[in-house]
């Protein structure tokens, strides 16, 4: 492990469990955005799995400008072709800025942003991303108006503390601003850590379905 770069140990903890989900659905020649990459942990352990079982795949990584350049000292220092330098992107931003995906990823954002970033989040989605298009995202939410456990309930009270525009999201209400932007849930996957991993299609209609 190179010390130097940045580390999340809830990266390294969830990233197999994840690309075993991503696994079942990309393919060769798919491109995928995500978003809020972080450490670059994800990416570059995604990138060595596709890269030898589904090379044609193209990664892009994102984060707010602010972010970027630490996430790029991880891109960087792999010189993968299918994984270029992150690029800016704020999900507020009416134009994203970026080439053309057929599928976006992310993790552990939605919390973190606030309430209009989230519904700006999936608006953007769904005029980014083609017909049958699909997006990922993993994370905690709360079902019903109810955390799925005591540890999510204390995880939602630092996050406010932080900043008092994040927090655990109801599932309910995702779910019904992607159906706004044309996207029609597929599955709803538990994961380690009392986390989700959520999957949607764009519906071909380009609407709520």
């Not at 919390?111 to 999936?122: G, L, P, Y």
């Not at 608006?123 to 799925?148: C, H, N, R």
């Not at 406010?160 to 779910?175: I, P």
Request: hydrophobic share 35%; with cysteine; glycine share 6%.
């Amino acid at each position: 492990m190179n010390n130097s770069l940045p580390f999340s140990q809830a990266c390294e903890n969830n990233k197999q469990v994840i690309l075993d989900i991503l696994k079942k659905y990309l393919k060769d020649g798919d491109s995928v955005l995500e978003i809020a990459g972080g450490t670059g942990q994800h990416a570059e352990h995604f990138i060595e799995y596709f890269s030898a079982h589904c090379p044609d795949l193209h990664w892009q990584s994102s984060d707010i400008p602010s972010n970027v350049d630490s996430l790029n000292l991880r891109i960087e220092s792999l010189q993968r072709p299918s994984l270029p330098l992150a690029i800016s992107l704020d999900v507020n931003q009416t134009n994203w800025n970026c080439d053309k995906c057929n599928v976006i990823y992310s993790a552990n954002s939605l919390h973190i942003m606030s309430a209009a970033s989230v519904e700006n989040f999936f608006s953007g989605a769904g005029k980014q991303l083609p017909d049958d298009g699909l997006l990922f995202v993993y994370g905690p939410f709360k079902y019903e108006g109810e955390f799925t456990t005591e540890s999510n309930a204390h995880f939602d009270l630092w996050l406010k503390d932080r900043d008092t525009l994040s927090g655990v999201r109801d599932f309910e209400w995702v779910v019904e601003l992607a159906k706004d932007a044309g996207l029609d849930l597929l599955e709803d996957n538990s994961m380690p850590a009392n986390n989700q991993i959520l999957i949607w299609r764009k519906n071909n209609s380009g609407k709520p379905s």
